[in-house]
């Protein structure tokens, strides 16, 4: 049996997103009064998608609780269809969105933190915010995988979403740039336009290749704790 349930772990989870964005938002950073706002920073779509994704978890626990014992089909339906709402998010954005910021955001920080979070932001950031948007994000993910077994689409369904979300988000990228003459990350003003094409499929390519990653992990710890539950039922026998 777990120490905390996973019911509360979520909640916990979802308050922390909410206390972070609340955070970040709060900060008057010159980057946020310029057009787009918070929203060209991919950093900033993936904790909205973190808390809306526990939002769900959070809400289909309620749901569950409140069915429960209940006969009416209308209900279930509905439970149903968060479920698949819930699971699907996990899949397509959840996982691989918020495991693609933690690792790019701190390979290019180690290489040279100014291509992606130039040392003026100390100033506006503290430290555990950062570590709350580009650290946590993934333990909080992986241990909703442990917790919870999500039903993952196909994987041909799956991976045309994902790459429908990293497209859509370099479109928005281009947009920008063409509105400001500022591209959203100073990486992007030191490769030429080639490079920059290149850098961009190789990132659509990234994301998917976490999509499968996640969508791995989740049969490998679920599979495995199948085993184990028959493993100790035959014991038991």
Avoid at 43 to 50: E, G, H, M, P
Avoid at 96 to 111: C, E, I, K, Q, R
Wanted: glycine share 6%.
């Amino acid at each position: 049996m777990a120490l905390i349930p996973s019911q509360i772990l979520r909640v916990a989870i979802l308050l922390s997103y909410f206390s972070i964005l609340c955070n970040y938002k709060a900060i008057d950073m010159p980057a946020h009064q310029t057009y787009g706002g918070s929203w060209k920073f991919l950093t900033f779509i993936d904790l909205v998608i973190q808390a809306v994704f526990f939002g769900v978890c959070v809400l289909t626990d309620l749901s569950s609780l409140l069915t429960k014992g209940s006969a009416s089909m209308e209900q279930e339906r509905q439970l149903r269809k968060l479920i698949g709402l819930r699971d699907w998010m996990m899949a397509v954005l959840a996982f691989p969105v918020g495991a693609f910021v933690v690792t790019m955001f701190w390979t290019l920080y180690v290489y040279d933190r100014d291509l992606v979070y130039p040392r003026l932001l100390d100033n506006f950031i503290p430290q555990w915010l950062n570590h709350g948007m580009h650290t946590t994000v993934l333990p909080f993910i992986i241990i909703e995988m442990r917790t919870t077994h999500h039903r993952y689409p196909s994987r041909t369904c799956g991976l045309f979403a994902v790459c429908m979300f990293a497209v859509g988000y370099v479109v928005w990228m281009c947009w920008v740039h063409s509105m400001t003459g500022v591209w959203v990350y100073p990486l992007l003003e030191h490769i030429g336009p080639t490079a920059r094409i290149l850098f961009f499929i190789c990132l659509t390519a990234l994301i998917s290749v976490y999509y499968v990653l996640g969508e791995i992990l989740n049969n490998y710890i679920w599979d495995s704790s199948k085993s184990s539950l028959e493993s100790d039922k035959t014991k038991t026998d």
